[in-house]
């Protein structure tokens, strides 16, 4: 079963969020952020390399079942 990494999800709304960080605004968009950060993203999560893309919804999918517990 493919784990769908809601982490993005969280960061994102922040991240775009004008005046954010000394009232910089953030320039890039849903998927600039995920094409350089999703495989980092599953690595964290014990979630194996980044899969698939949902552009809709600004959410990923990684290839692996996250961590196990033991």
Do not use: W
Request: net charge negative; charged share 20%; with cysteine.
């Amino acid at each position: 079963m493919q784990l769908v990494v809601f982490s993005m999800v969280l960061i994102l709304p922040a991240l775009l969020k004008e005046g954010l960080l000394s009232g910089i605004e953030f320039q890039g968009n849903c998927m600039d952020i995920i094409e350089e950060y999703g495989n980092l993203s599953c690595r964290l999560q014990g979630s194996g390399d980044l899969e698939n893309v949902d552009p809709h919804s600004c959410t990923l999918e990684c290839s692996g079942n996250g961590r196990t517990e033991g």
